[in-house]
């Protein structure tokens, strides 16, 4: 039987849920992404009108674009189901504007794939939304602008190959300036005092009865001890003294549930429970999203649409969450209204916070149809979604305040009341020991079980990992849902940042990328100039601004560093001591794209050039060669300098093995 209406889509797997789930009458196919681009190897912008785009077929694309063309004829009706964000819209109205320019094509949106979403997103098509279409080539510009013209920068400076973007270049700025905090810091002593205390007429077994308190005073001034006689002093005086209770606070504290994810808390979290970066996260999160058979041959979306920055959720979802909790957990754990959280700026209200399809499939209940990666994230999206819903955990939290002379010590601890949410979500947390305080009375003499003075150094600031640096970047107003984890990938792949037991380090080529932007294009690298360019962005999506505006706001002062840049940037030339075993004259070193190496001072005439070694021996007996760092599909490695003769590889120096890497 003929099929008698078109859908196109991007994603064969999307495609493919989307056939099972319409029927018999829809011909669902897919794009496999983007087919309409700027050209690769020109600017392809008129930045003299308007800056006006030169669209054209992506290279080895043209036969996907013919064989739409070819399953649309004789159809019915052709709908455009690509994803519901400015790159989907991008996507259907290129589509749209190169073979079916005089045939009306149906926009559908939803933000779910599942029999109900579908069923209403094609009884009620839409036109194409140009604002989203607009404001999507107006970051692919900017993008453009930017990529094309400081690119050549970095080559004339640095090394060919390299390449600079708006948004990723801020991001380096962000992992660069970390870097040399903690390489600048200087760790500073301190000593903290605490003491071990209990009730005097307690019998108790010591670990129960007994509780720790903490100096925080010395004569109503902060307490600030500095070396180890100061300690050895301070509890020698103590020592002999008494514990006096001068104050008890005791009082109730709510832990609301945390909303259900978007894209850049889903992000964080999943480093944090689960060790996925950003990547895998979005990786993992799209198959959920575009449909898992569970049996029956039966293939559906598990999850909303994973790009988004709204906590909005749909009524119905709200109503079937609520009947679940009441079900499984009782009243206690349902409030009274459903829990709403506060919308961030220019967030997309239509679009749904990322959340469970159906609550009626735990992840415990269709764990068989996924792998590991797909259930552990499926599961923390679905307990999170309910624990949205749920009644706040209650603890008592009691405060101490101890006088022991001229000395004030701290305690605090807390018993749990009602776990609420937690009882689904974050409930390991309420294993943890909380320093329970014995009941207690004003002026009460307490005994002294053990009085512990503890060395410290004060710590530099954390390296960025995938959660913090995506929190950064949200927190600063850098990059939307669709580009936290791209921005991350980018600068891992050009070697501008290595991530190491899921940290980030910046390179030195990174570091050498990042100065000479900073120092030439100083408002591009402004973290503040870049958000204030995202937020205008946005507004071209709400329909306020239009693209030649902020075009033109951006591209006069950046022309005018560019001239300058052009005009003073010279390559730097680092001579070393060694000589070209060719011709004699001095080695210099030079930058490409997989690192420093050593060049002849006389190229082009003199082509010799050798990688620079590590220093480090290589340890096969006999070899006499160096090891070497190289870089292949997989990440980095040290090779010896004597390969193919001796193919000795290691992931760390063998003399670095236990180190942090530097």
């Known amino acids: 039987m003929k099929k008698q209406n078109l859908v196109i889509v991007e994603s064969p797997t999307k495609a493919k849920t989307l056939s099972k789930i319409l029927g018999n009458d829809f011909l669902v196919v897919s794009s496999m992404g983007h087919l309409i681009d700027l050209p690769q190897k020109k600017l392809g912008v008129d930045v003299e009108k308007n800056f006006q785009p030169s669209y054209v077929v992506i290279p080895g694309r043209k036969k996907v674009l013919e064989l739409l063309k070819k399953e649309a004829k004789g159809k019915n009706k052709i709908y455009m189901a690509t994803d519901p964000d400015r790159e989907g819209e991008a996507i259907g109205w290129h589509i749209k504007n190169q073979i079916f320019k005089n045939k009306k094509v149906l926009r559908v949106v939803f ?6 979403a579908l069923k209403n997103a094609f009884v009620q098509p839409r036109d194409f939304d140009l604002n989203m279409v607009e404001a999507q080539a107006g970051r692919r510009i900017l993008d453009r602008v930017v990529g094309y013209f400081l690119s050549p920068l970095l080559w004339k400076k640095i090394a060919r190959g390299l390449s600079a973007g708006r948004v990723q270049s801020v991001a380096l700025r962000l992992i660069v300036e970390r870097e040399r905090q903690i390489n600048n810091f200087i760790p500073q002593e301190y000593w903290e005092i605490e003491a071990e205390l209990k009730k005097v007429q307690s019998t108790e077994y010591r670990v129960q009865s007994s509780f720790m308190a903490k100096l925080v005073k010395i004569s109503e001034e902060k307490a600030e001890i500095k070396n180890k006689q100061q300690a050895d002093d301070i509890v020698l005086d103590i020592k002999n003294n008494t514990f006096k209770v001068l104050d008890i606070n005791t009082k109730e504290k709510k832990r609301y549930a945390d909303p259900p994810f978007i ?70 754990y349902l409030p009274k209204e459903p829990n709403t959280y506060k919308l961030k700026k220019h ?18 209940g269709i764990a068989k149809y996924l792998n590991e990666e797909q259930y552990k994230l499926y599961e923390l999206i679905y307990r999170r979604f309910i624990a949205s819903q749920m009644t706040p955990s209650r603890y008592s939290v009691t405060t101490v305040d101890i006088a022991v002379g001229k000395y004030l010590f701290s305690a605090s601890g807390s018993t749990l009341i009602f776990d609420g949410f937690a009882k689904i979500y974050n409930h390991n947390e309420l294993d943890k020991e909380k320093n329970v305080i014995p009941a207690l009375e004003k002026d009460e003499i307490l005994d002294l079980v053990n009085l512990s003075p503890s060395q410290h150094f004060t710590k530099p600031p954390a390296r960025y990992s995938d959660s913090s640096l ?105 001579t070393t001591n060694e000589t070209c075993p060719q011709c004699g004259k001095p080695m210099v070193i030079k930058w490409g794209r997989k690192g420093k190496f050593l060049s002849c001072f006389g190229f082009p005439q003199c082509k010799f050039a050798k990688s620079i070694t590590s220093g480090v021996k290589c340890p096969e007996v006999g070899c006499g060669g160096e090891l070497i760092e190289r ?15 001796c193919n000795f590889i290691s992931k760390n120096l063998p003399q670095d093995q236990d180190k942090e890497p530097a």
Do not use: W
């Open 111 to 116: 933000h779910e794939i599942t029999p109900s």
């Open 263 to 332: 894209t850049s808390t889903l992000q964080q979290e999943a480093f944090n429970k689960l060790r996925f970066n950003a990547t895998k996260t979005m990786i993992v999160a799209q198959q959920l999203y575009e449909g898992i058979d569970i049996g029956d041959d039966n293939p559906i979306g598990l999850i909303t649409y994973m790009r988004t920055d709204s906590t909005h959720v749909a009524e119905e979802a709200l109503k079937e969450v609520r009947s679940h909790i009441l079900k499984k957990f009782g009243k206690d």
């Open 347 to 364: 967030a997309q209200a239509a679009h749904e916070a990322i959340r469970p399809t159906f609550i009626a499939k735990p992840p415990e």
């Open 470 to 574: 995506v929190k950064k970047l949200e927190e600063e107003g850098i990059g939307r849902p669709s580009t936290y984890a791209p921005i991350i990938q980018t600068l891992v792949m050009r070697d501008y940042a290595r991530r190491l037991r899921g940290y980030f380090y910046a390179t030195e080529l990174g570091s050498k990328v990042c100065d000479l932007l900073v120092n030439y294009f100083p408002k591009i690298m402004d973290v503040k100039f870049t958000a204030h360019m995202e937020e205008e962005l946005d507004e071209v999506e709400e329909g306020r601004l239009n693209n030649t505006t902020i075009l033109e706001e951006f591209y006069q002062p950046f022309k005018a560093s560019l001239d300058y840049a052009q005009a003073n940037i010279k390559k730097e030339v680092l």
């Open 631 to 645: 870089r292949s599909r997989r990440g980095f490695f040290f090779g010896c300098s004597n390969y193919p003769k």
